[in-house]
């Protein structure tokens, strides 16, 4: 397939193959490994458009600061950013309505609901381990106010949910990443590594250093952005004609062949905030 001068950074296992796709770890072939972290493996002035979902989020607010200056010195003059992260307005101003719903009615659905947006504002900031309080609530069997949860999470919640539920094989919903001899090798020697430490150092000690290594692993979030905060952000990156959009809605030409934000008509991640600017 022929590629498009079209970038998408850390895409996980979301990505078309017209594109330039990269992330950190590649989840495919069609997928470069780079440490977006130290910047991105690109001259000036390369691409038409830059993309990125719920990733801005994962990285502390100086990297975030680097990374979207990144986007803008890769990108060609008027080239189109579009940005895609957990909207904080969205979530706090649904939680001062169901804060308000549970004080005047409460019942199940109400308390139910509220309590979840608890988990989108803290639970991805604070947990330990995988999935935290979110995984255990997507778990549930029965879960009272499912569909709140799905208009909320969408795409990515449902597929999660059935994850977490065992409705589903992990190979259904996650794409495995093909890796090579020296990869092997060094994940041996990091499980042996890891082996050692257990059997050498106090179990607090262990706990501890098994809490440190999944905080770093990609999965926590370290700060969140509203529309006014991110479009501060594109500004002093050196963007203009920053601008609001819908899931469905780009200036990106032909935004809805490639699926990225919506796929089969449904949107991924619904509860968004999604942003372009141009350089």
Same mark, same amino acid.
């Given at each position: 397939?022929?590629?498009? $001068?079209? #970038? $998408?950074?850390?895409?996980?296992?979301?990505?078309?193959?017209?594109?330039?796709?990269?992330?950190? !770890?590649?989840?495919?072939?069609?997928?470069?490994?780079? &440490? #977006?972290?130290?910047?991105?493996?690109?001259?000036?002035?390369?691409?038409?458009?830059?993309?990125?979902?719920?990733?801005?989020?994962? !990285?502390?607010?100086?990297?975030?600061?680097?990374?979207?200056?990144?986007?803008?010195?890769?990108?060609?003059?008027?080239?189109?950013?579009?940005?895609?992260?957990?909207?904080?307005?969205?979530?706090?101003?649904?939680?001062?309505?169901?804060?308000?719903?549970?004080?005047?009615?409460?019942?199940?659905?109400?308390?139910? +609901?509220?309590?979840?947006?608890?988990?989108?504002?803290? &639970?991805?900031?604070?947990?330990?381990?995988? /999935?935290? =309080?979110?995984?255990?609530?997507?778990?549930?069997?029965?879960?009272?106010? =499912?569909?709140?949860?799905?208009?909320? @999470?969408?795409?990515?919640?449902? +597929?999660?949910?059935?994850?977490?539920?065992?409705?589903?094989?992990? @190979?259904?919903?996650?794409?495995?990443?093909?890796?090579?001899?020296? =990869?092997?090798?060094?994940?041996? %020697?990091?499980? #042996? /590594?890891? %082996?050692?430490?257990?059997?050498?150092?106090?179990?607090?000690? @262990?706990?501890?250093?098994?809490?440190?290594?999944?905080?770093?692993?990609?999965?926590?979030?370290?700060?969140?952005?509203?529309?006014?905060?991110?479009?501060?952000?594109?500004?002093?990156?050196?963007?203009?004609? %920053?601008?609001?959009?819908?899931?469905?809605?780009?200036?990106?030409?032909?935004?809805?062949?490639?699926?990225?934000?919506?796929?089969?008509?449904? !949107?991924?991640?619904?509860?968004?905030?999604?942003? =372009?600017?141009?350089?």
């Amino acid at each position: 397939m022929e590629k498009l $001068n079209y #970038l $998408n950074l850390a895409c996980g296992t979301k990505y078309h193959e017209a594109w330039i796709n990269m992330d950190m !770890v590649s989840s495919g072939p069609s997928v470069i490994q780079c &440490d #977006l972290l130290k910047g991105i493996s690109f001259p000036d002035n390369t691409f038409n458009v830059v993309y990125h979902s719920q990733f801005i989020e994962h !990285v502390t607010r100086d990297k975030a600061n680097f990374i979207t200056k990144e986007c803008c010195r890769v990108l060609k003059p008027g080239g189109i950013i579009r940005v895609v992260t957990p909207d904080l307005e969205n979530i706090v101003r649904n939680y001062l309505f169901y804060l308000e719903k549970c004080i005047s009615e409460p019942n199940e659905i109400n308390m139910a +609901n509220y309590d979840w947006l608890l988990l989108e504002m803290y &639970d991805q900031t604070i947990r330990n381990y995988c /999935g935290g =309080e979110m995984g255990k609530v997507l778990g549930k069997e029965n879960l009272p106010n =499912e569909q709140f949860v799905f208009d909320r @999470t969408g795409l990515s919640g449902q +597929n999660i949910r059935k994850a977490f539920s065992g409705k589903q094989d992990a @190979t259904e919903i996650v794409q495995r990443v093909k890796i090579g001899p020296g =990869e092997i090798i060094h994940k041996i %020697i990091r499980k #042996l /590594g890891r %082996i050692y430490l257990k059997a050498t150092l106090p179990r607090k000690d @262990t706990e501890l250093l098994e809490i440190g290594k999944f905080r770093v692993s990609g999965e926590i979030h370290y700060w969140m952005y509203d529309s006014f905060s991110l479009s501060r952000l594109l500004k002093e990156a050196g963007f203009k004609d %920053i601008s609001r959009k819908t899931p469905y809605e780009s200036d990106i030409p032909n935004w809805s062949v490639y699926e990225l934000d919506v796929k089969g008509g449904a !949107v991924i991640d619904p509860a968004s905030l999604f942003m =372009e600017a141009r350089k």
